[in-house]
Structure formats: C-alpha cells, structure tokens
C-alpha cells in the first residue's frame, strides 16, 4: 500500500498564469507538476499546480514574485 503524502494545490485564473507558473518552476528547479483541477476544488481554468507539502517552501516564497493571478490554494 502506498503512503499518502499531503500536497498543496494552487489555482489559478487563467490558462495562462498556469502555464507562466510551470514555465517559471522549471526555470528554476522548483517542485510541483501541472493537473487538471480536482473536482473537489471549484475554481479557476481547470489547470492547478500540485506540489508535495513538504517540498512547497520554496515555491510559497517565490509565487509572488512570478506575478500571476492565482485563484487559491488549499491542502490535499
């Protein structure tokens, strides 16, 4: 049986600010991946940024600087 991890879900408003998000971690090796929106989650354009928790510190400090619209975030 797989261990379960906890993840940090970012939305966002548009495609684009998704896209921005992914280009800009991959620039600078930061963690996470692009998923389609989880039904739990009803917000934004239906793409979210999903990052282990316990990897997310460095993200969270640098999103504001990427200068997107993120909708949310929430823990899953």
């Keep these: 049986m797989r261990k379960k991890r906890k993840y940090i879900i970012l939305t966002f408003a548009t495609t684009e600010a998704a ?6 971690c991959a620039e600078q090796n ?4 692009l ?3 989880p039904q739990s989650v009803s917000a934004g354009c239906g ?3 999903r ?4 990897e997310a510190g460095p993200l969270l400090a640098q999103l504001d600087s990427f200068a997107v619209e993120r909708v949310g975030e929430a823990e899953m």
């Design 51 to 54: 990052v282990p928790a316990e």
């Design 47 to 49: 793409l979210a940024w």
């Design 35 to 37: 998923i389609p929106t």
């Design 30 to 33: 930061l963690p996470g991946r």
């Design 19 to 24: 896209l921005a998000v992914e280009s800009a």
